[in-house]
T-cell receptor
Framework: SAVISQKPSRDICQRGTSLTIQCQVD?????MFWYRQQPGQSLTLIAT?????????ESGFVIDKFPISRPNLTFSTLTVSNMSPEDSSIYLC?????????FGSGTRLTVV | GEDVEQSLFLSVREGDSSVINCTYT??????LYWYKQEPGAGLQLLTY?????DMKQDQRLTVLLNKKDKHLSLRIADTQTGDSAIYFC????????????FGKGTMLLVSP
C-alpha cells in the first residue's frame, strides 16, 4: 500500500489567515482525495484532485476557500483560506492503494 | 444520496468479542471498508470486503456482509485495550475511481 506523508500534523492559526497542507505519496497515483473531519464528526469529502486538471469539489466546498494544487502524480496541497473558527477540523488526504484507500495522518487545525 | 449508519458507542471488557454494526443504503456499493482511528491520529485501513463476499476473516477480525439487508459487521475477537478507538464503516461503488462515504463512526471502549 502507498505511504502518505502529510504535514503539518497540527497548527494553530489566526482567523483571516491561510494554511497550506501538503501530502506526499511514495508512489504515483491518479487521484487524490481531500477530506475534512469536524470535531466529533465523520469524514466529509472536500474535493478530488487529478494531476493536470482542476480539482472537483463537493457540494458546499468552493475553490476560492479550498484551493488545491496537484502538480504531479505524487504530491498535492490543500489551502484553507481566510480561516474562521468554523474551519477548525482535521484535514486528511487519501489515495486509492492496495485494494483500499490509504489516508495521511491528518492535519489538526485550530483557528483562534 | 448514499447513507451509512453506525451505532455511536460500544463498551466491552478486555478479552470479550466486540461486534460493530453498519448499515448502508447504496445498492451499487461494491467495496465496504472498516477503518480505525485512534485519538489524534489518521485513519488506518483495517480490512475491506467485496460485495460478492459474505465473510472475510483476518486474524482477530471477522467481517460479515449481508448484502440483501445492506448490513455489515466487524467482529473483533479477544478485544484488547489497544483496540479502543473509533471505527468507521465506509462504502464505495468502485475502488480507486470513486469516493468513500463514511459512517459517523463507532467509539469502542475496552475496559480492563
Amino acid at each position: 500500500s502507498a505511504v502518505i506523508s502529510q504535514k503539518p500534523s497540527r497548527d494553530i492559526c489566526q482567523r483571516g489567515t491561510s494554511l497550506t497542507i501538503q501530502c506526499q505519496v511514495d508512489s504515483q497515483v491518479t487521484m487524490m482525495f481531500w477530506y475534512r473531519q469536524q470535531p466529533g464528526q465523520s469524514l466529509t469529502l472536500i474535493a478530488t484532485a487529478n494531476q493536470g486538471s482542476e480539482a472537483t469539489y463537493e457540494s458546499g466546498f468552493v475553490i476560492d476557500k479550498f484551493p488545491i494544487s496537484r502538480p504531479n502524480l505524487t504530491f498535492s496541497t490543500l489551502t484553507v483560506s481566510n480561516m474562521s473558527p468554523e474551519d477548525s477540523s482535521i484535514y486528511l488526504c487519501s489515495v486509492a492503494s492496495g485494494g483500499g484507500y490509504t489516508f495521511g495522518s491528518g492535519t489538526r487545525l485550530t483557528v483562534v | 444520496g448514499e447513507d451509512v449508519e453506525q451505532s455511536l458507542f460500544l463498551s466491552v471488557r478486555e478479552g470479550d468479542s466486540s461486534v460493530i454494526n453498519c448499515t448502508y443504503t447504496d445498492s451499487s456499493s461494491t467495496y465496504l471498508y472498516w477503518y480505525k482511528q485512534e485519538p489524534g491520529a489518521g485513519l488506518q485501513l483495517l480490512t475491506y470486503i467485496f460485495s460478492n463476499m459474505d465473510m472475510k476473516q483476518d486474524q482477530r477480525l471477522t467481517v460479515l456482509l449481508n448484502k440483501k439487508d445492506k448490513h455489515l459487521s466487524l467482529r473483533i475477537a479477544d478485544t484488547q485495550t489497544g483496540d479502543s478507538a473509533i471505527y468507521f464503516c465506509a462504502e464505495s461503488s468502485n475502488s480507486g475511481y470513486s469516493t468513500l462515504t463514511f459512517g459517523k463512526g463507532t467509539m469502542l471502549l475496552v475496559s480492563p
